[in-house]
């Protein structure tokens, strides 16, 4: 207790409001609910990560119906994992996953190690609130858990200063976290947490009024609940640039080169990358059969969490290339192969699809 705020509420009131709040608003039809199990509620939470639950269920449904088991997934190419999780972003999130499954079926009998959370935090990509939120809702083992949703829920009803991402602060949320932590209904008391800072305690516009911890809440009796948390130091974004060829055979197929299996994109699918207009100049004339320079739309950017890319894209259509390169595929947009594509590829080979009606060189 002394490394912690003084609680709102005693823990067994705390759990009786949010629980009763839970019974009668709470969601409990989530594809991940029913049939439960420690790798549904897994992939579940690995794709809840960073995006909404509205987003994951027709996600995580296809993923269900191509991996229903650990073993499926185990035993899976990275290529299909990948393709599945396009669009979802975050894509290192796929690639743990898998690799947890290999470990998984390799050291663990094909079962997630659920004895504890520090066993299954062994496992790529799962933290310790990840693996509080798959023992809690598939053993009913008592864990807690400190997703987004609960950190802004603690840090409001406390109004805890400081960024929850700070090694201080996190330990204090941690703390109110494990004290509010039932023994009993853990499956309904986790959902129940993060329901209510996803569909009540929001972001922007919390719904105050109808909170059932509004009368011991400190950031609605300060009268700012959108203080809390704070946000994270802003550091201005820096820019790179990169240039991706759009490279079109006769047939109107593109070529596609896969990523190496760490670092920006690993392991997906993309556009050969250059950066300079030099260098594309030089692989063209290395690697190409009558290269022909098609009008280029505008670059534009895309975002992440560190930097910003500008993607400058450059069309050319090719007889032919001019050996046989292992790194790459040739892509047809009409038929295409399952494979894992990072977002602006995606978007980039989907503004192609109406030129393949007419693949001759010179007429996109």
């Known amino acids: 207790m002394a490394d912690m705020p003084s609680p709102r509420l005693a823990a067994d009131e705390f759990q009786r409001r949010l629980l009763a709040w839970f019974d009668r608003y709470g969601r409990h039809d989530l594809p991940w ?19 909404q639950v509205a987003t994951v269920i027709p996600y995580f ?27 979802l972003g975050y894509y290192a999130r796929a690639r743990n996953l898998h690799k947890a499954a290999q470990v998984a079926e390799a050291e663990h009998g094909g079962e ?11 496992l790529p990509g799962i933290g310790r609130s990840t693996a509080g939120a798959i023992i809690a809702q598939s053993t009913g083992q008592r864990a807690a858990i400190l997703d987004g949703n609960v950190k802004r829920s603690l840090t409001r009803l406390h109004a805890v200063p400081g960024w929850p991402g700070k090694p201080a602060v996190e330990h204090t949320l941690w703390t109110l976290a494990d004290y509010y ?16 800072g996803a569909t009540l305690c929001k972001r922007s516009k919390p719904d105050c ?25 802003k550091k201005a974004l820096p820019t790179r640039q990169t240039i991706m060829l759009m490279l079109r055979d006769l047939e109107g197929r593109v070529w596609l080169e896969q990523r190496p299996p760490s670092g920006l994109w690993g392991g997906l699918w993309g556009l050969p990358q250059f950066d300079t207009h030099s260098e594309l100049n030089d692989w063209l004339e290395a ?3 009558n290269p022909e320079r098609l009008s280029r739309p505008p670059s ?24 046989v390169r292992e790194s790459g595929v040739w892509y047809d947009i009409n038929h295409p192969p399952a494979l894992g594509l990072a977002a602006p590829v995606k978007a980039l080979l989907s503004q192609l699809a109406p030129f393949t009606l007419d693949p001759t060189p010179g007429h996109a």
């Open 181 to 196: 932590t039932p023994s009993t209904r853990l499956a309904d008391y986790t959902q129940a947490i993060m329901d209510f």
């Open 209 to 233: 009024p109808s909170c059932p911890f509004n009368d011991v809440c400190l950031a609605y009796a300060q009268g700012e609940p959108q203080r809390y948390p704070e946000s994270k130091p």
């Open 112 to 122: 997630l190690p659920c004895e504890s959370v520090d066993a299954l935090m062994m």
């Open 300 to 323: 534009f950017y895309h975002t992440f969490s560190h930097f910003r890319l500008e993607i400058t894209p450059q069309p050319v259509s090719c007889d032919r290339l001019g050996g």
């Open 33 to 51: 609910q029913s049939p439960r199990s420690a790798y549904r509620v897994w992939v579940s939470e690995i794709m809840l990560q960073q995006t």
């Open 287 to 289: 690697n190409v059969i």
């Open 61 to 87: 449904e296809r993923f269900m119906a191509r991996f229903p088991t650990l073993e499926s997934l185990a035993n899976a190419p990275q290529d299909e994992v990948l393709h599945l999780w396009t669009g």
